[in-house]
């Protein structure tokens, strides 16, 4: 089972695509932070949470276990795909050398990681995507078969160091498969009438659970479940179709029926009972030692809301009044689930739900959070509480009773809309529980003049970064920011800049819709709606495909519709083009959606098509 982890779900739609004027200059977009009492939290009492900055960038997959141990990848602002390991102390980069893209799969109790990455090989082009085992004791190991042209990675990580995964031995072939704790590969056979097999979770009994695609119809697919020695049987739920995502170590399965057709459901199997679906539309997460899973209920054309279910208490709404939407992120096995919850046309804000407190905005249980702090979604929580959640200020670790670092907590950069040579007001808040220690701070603004010190005021553990700059032209530019204190604990917060016109700009990220990737492909996105723009735009995909833009040649608006099309490099080679088709959500009703085809440039003429997926609209 994936301790703590937040993995893969259902293949979902295009995450948020909004279209803004030029005045949301920011990424964290609010107003200056004033001073040094900005900031408090909300709640006075037991239930806080200390603060820990992880990473500045924003993060796909990540895990957190009881020892205060956490691992996550992280897309940072330049381009660059890492997967990060927290000790309890600090963050390391656990990442192989020369890779293109490195993915986090699962994280255990004893502080091993799952990851898959690909690899720039010298003289040749970046590898097929590899599976590797990361420990605090050994480093890192590259999984069997060390083969730069098998595609293989792994799905999740037991308490016992056992690997699920797959391998790809085909163009559309994928095999299921386990690595030993002492790395031996070990292919799980298939079934018959089955073109191919993955897994999912494997519990810490060594059982692994995943699906199978029919050969004669891709479309729909079988849950399987291979004992500890490896022998796979069809898991009976019923359905058209199955897929099983989750696995428990009393041996209950959670996973969805019917993903394709109007009522999709999931379901909870459980050893010596009947199956139950936990209702139409709706969508698991997690499942946890408890036999209760979490996740959303998705009706068509409607807000999404969180949800709880077990045998016991049955499908439980979890949404909170007033909001637009929600979803359930993940439960541990005291029954606390975490997630997000969002008003219509307002940011979203990170969720907890507990028999006990109900629904709990975050927000309010922040111990001293440094000014402009906003926690937008809580991904997943630990046996002992500790939530790791997105921020204003990138990812951060949520220490329950209060606990954190020695280290400076760092908030978001900070500043009103502005425009080039004219100067402009940068805050940024930070907190040191050290409350006798002094501070440094030294800011890169991305224009080419590396780190400068700047001025701070401080005083007992509150501190202000109060700076003004003037950047000479338009541009989006990435500015890093360090805070250093007497003992010489550092943290650094990278953010982005976006100096533009009064045009609009196109920003969004999320998953593309697509059936054949496995995980499906993430995205983001931000393009200046503008003729001859040259500035500000990016365009990545990170999953199976790499893909990064390098240049924008067209656009084209109607409404909230927008084409866009230019050059790029896949897997790290030049010379493929992209078009995209986007339409853009309004934050509330209206869901963002988006299509990608990137071609290749036939010997013939004309272009040769190699990536699809998203909702395929292709109109314009």
């Known amino acids: 089972m994936r301790t703590s982890s937040f993995g893969q779900v259902v293949s979902v739609a295009a995450g948020a695509l909004l279209l803004a004027g030029a005045s949301m200059a920011g990424t964290e977009g609010s107003a200056v932070a004033p001073g040094l009492e900005d900031g408090k939290a909300g709640h006075a009492g037991k239930d806080l949470y200390g603060i820990v900055n992880l990473a500045s960038g924003t993060g796909f997959f990540a895990g957190v276990n009881a020892r205060g141990q956490a691992a996550?990848?992280?897309?940072?602002?330049?381009?660059?795909?890492?997967?990060?390991?927290?000790?309890?102390?600090?963050?390391?980069?656990?990442?192989?050398?020369?890779?293109?893209?490195?993915?986090?799969?699962?994280?255990?109790?004893?502080?091993?990681?799952?990851?898959?990455?690909?690899?720039?090989?010298?003289g040749s082009e970046p590898s097929e995507f590899g599976a590797y085992r990361w420990s605090p004791a050994r480093g890192l190991v590259r999984l069997p078969?060390?083969?730069?042209?098998?595609?293989?990675?792994?799905?999740?990580?037991?308490?016992?160091?056992?690997?699920?995964?797959?391998?790809?031995?085909?163009?559309?072939?994928?095999?299921?498969?386990?690595?030993?704790?002492?790395?031996?590969?070990m292919p799980l056979a298939g079934l018959p009438g089955l073109s191919y097999t993955y897994t999912s979770d494997i519990n810490d009994s060594n059982v692994t659970v995943g699906y199978g695609a029919l050969a004669s119809n891709s479309a729909v697919s079988r849950a399987i479940v291979w004992n500890s020695a490896g022998r796979p049987s069809l898991l009976s739920v019923g359905g058209n179709s199955a897929l099983a995502y989750h696995i428990n170590n009393r041996g209950e399965i959670a996973g969805m029926l019917d993903i394709n057709g109007p009522v999709a459901s999931a379901y909870l199997w459980s050893p010596g009972k009947p199956v139950v679906r936990a209702g139409p539309r709706t969508v698991v997460t997690a499942l946890n030692e408890a036999g209760q899973l979490v996740g959303r209920i998705q009706p068509t054309g409607g807000d999404t809301h969180a949800f709880f279910f077990s045998r016991?208490?049955?499908?439980?709404?979890?949404?909170?009044?007033?909001?637009?939407?929600?979803?359930?992120?993940?439960?541990?096995?005291?029954?606390?689930?975490?997630?997000?919850?969002?008003?219509?046309?307002?940011?979203?804000?990170?969720?907890?739900?507990?028999?006990?407190?109900?629904?709990?905005d975050l927000n309010t249980r922040l111990l001293d959070p440094p000014a402009g702090l906003v926690l937008h979604n809580a991904r997943v929580i630990s046996p002992n509480g500790d939530i790791l959640a997105d921020s204003s200020a990138g990812m951060v670790l949520l220490r329950a009773g209060g606990r954190g670092t020695d280290a400076p907590v760092l908030g978001p950069l900070q500043y009103l809309p502005f425009e080039a040579n004219e100067p402009a007001r940068f805050t940024l808040s930070f907190r040191d529980r050290n409350?006798?220690?002094?501070?440094?701070?030294?800011?890169?603004?991305g224009d080419g003049a590396g780190p400068q010190p700047?001025?701070?005021?401080?005083?007992?553990?509150?501190?202000?970064?109060?700076?003004?700059?003037?950047?000479?032209?338009?541009?989006?530019?990435?500015?890093?920011?360090?805070?250093?204190?007497?003992?010489?604990?550092?943290?650094?917060?990278?953010?982005?800049?976006?100096?533009?016109?009064?045009?609009?700009?196109?920003?969004?990220?999320?998953?593309?819709?697509?059936?054949?990737?496995?995980?499906?492909?993430?995205?983001?996105?931000?393009?200046?709606?503008?003729?001859?723009?040259?500035?500000?735009?990016?365009?990545?995909?990170?999953?199976?495909?790499?893909?990064?833009a390098e240049q924008l040649d067209k656009v084209r608006v109607e409404g909230n519709r927008?084409?866009?099309?230019?050059?790029?490099?896949?897997?790290?080679?030049?010379?493929?083009?992209f078009?995209?088709?986007?339409?853009?959500?309004?934050?509330?009703?209206?869901?963002?959606?988006?299509?990608?085809?990137?071609?290749?440039?036939?010997?013939?003429?004309g272009q040769r098509l190699v990536y699809q997926a998203g909702e395929d609209t292709q109109a314009g």
Not at 159 to 174: F, K, P, S, W
Not at 435 to 445: G, K, L
Not at 595 to 605: C, E, F, L, N, S
């Open 579 to 605: 078009a995209i088709d986007a339409t853009a959500g309004d934050g509330a009703a209206q869901v963002g959606q988006m299509a990608v085809r990137i071609t290749q440039a036939d010997p013939k003429g």
């Open 145 to 185: 078969p060390v083969n730069n042209d098998i595609d293989s990675g792994p799905s999740a990580i037991n308490n016992r160091g056992e690997i699920a995964g797959a391998l790809r031995t085909g163009a559309d072939n994928y095999q299921a498969t386990r690595w030993t704790p002492a790395n031996r590969l």
């Open 72 to 122: 996550f990848d992280q897309l940072s602002l330049n381009g660059e795909v890492h997967v990060g390991f927290f000790d309890g102390e600090r963050v390391r980069d656990i990442s192989p050398p020369n890779h293109v893209v490195a993915l986090f799969r699962g994280l255990n109790e004893r502080g091993e990681v799952a990851l898959e990455a690909r690899v720039l090989v010298p």
């Open 454 to 548: 700047v001025p701070l005021r401080e005083n007992k553990g509150r501190g202000l970064v109060d700076v003004v700059h003037t950047y000479p032209e338009w541009g989006v530019y990435r500015v890093v920011v360090r805070v250093t204190d007497s003992a010489g604990r550092s943290t650094s917060l990278e953010s982005q800049v976006w100096l533009l016109d009064s045009f609009p700009v196109l920003r969004g990220e999320g998953r593309l819709a697509d059936k054949a990737a496995a995980p499906s492909t993430v995205f983001r996105l931000a393009a200046p709606l503008a003729p001859n723009s040259k500035t500000g735009f990016s365009f990545q995909l990170l999953g199976k495909t790499a893909f990064r």
């Open 312 to 360: 016991a208490s049955g499908l439980i709404d979890l949404h909170p009044r007033s909001f637009y939407s929600s979803e359930a992120q993940h439960v541990n096995d005291s029954g606390i689930v975490v997630g997000t919850a969002q008003r219509s046309g307002e940011e979203s804000l990170a969720f907890r739900w507990s028999r006990k407190d109900g629904a709990v």
């Open 562 to 577: 927008v084409w866009l099309e230019g050059v790029g490099q896949l897997d790290g080679r030049p010379g493929y083009r």
């Open 435 to 445: 409350v006798r220690e002094t501070h440094t701070a030294t800011i890169d603004w």
